[in-house]
């Protein structure tokens, strides 16, 4: 990982991909893509990803703890610019309490060595929850370099 930092509600982080940001925008997009790299044995697995690939169009994915418990996170795409960037809200249903719906915007930058990827997730209503979401970004992020880099 190359850089993280927090600023009041909104966690950014920043990471070099060693592959093509197409190949890194299409891991992120595509389902069954989406549910080959997201999760791990060890914390939890998405299993099932439904997308509607376009401005306004909705997106869910549900999965599972190492516990069994189920999980279900959704929202809807605010920008879609293939390859470039993909935006969209963010609500999740584990926490307890309900969290106020927040706002990721993945951006994808060409280098000479691959892509340059910034994850912006703003729209938090307390420091735990960003601060959480921060360290899951980090596991994903890793997920998902992992995944596009063997091939």
Request: with cysteine; aromatic share 12%.
């Amino acid at each position: 990982m190359n850089d993280t930092m927090q600023i009041n509600d909104t966690v950014v982080c920043e990471i070099d991909i060693a592959a093509p940001r197409e190949r890194v925008f299409e891991a992120w997009t595509d389902p069954q893509q989406f549910v080959t790299w997201w999760g791990d044995d060890s914390t939890y697995r998405c299993t099932k990803m439904v997308s509607d690939l376009r401005v306004g169009g909705s997106w869910r994915t549900e999965g599972s703890g190492t516990d069994g418990k189920h999980f279900s996170v959704w929202g809807r795409y605010t920008r879609v610019d293939r390859p470039s960037a993909l935006g969209f809200t963010w609500n999740h249903d584990w926490g307890g309490a309900e969290h106020p719906e927040t706002r990721v915007l993945i951006e994808l930058t060409a280098t000479s060595s691959g892509t340059h990827l910034t994850l912006t997730h703003s729209g938090f209503a307390s420091a735990p929850e960003r601060d959480s979401h921060n360290q899951g970004w980090q596991r994903v992020l890793g997920w998902l370099t992992s995944y596009v880099q063997k091939g």
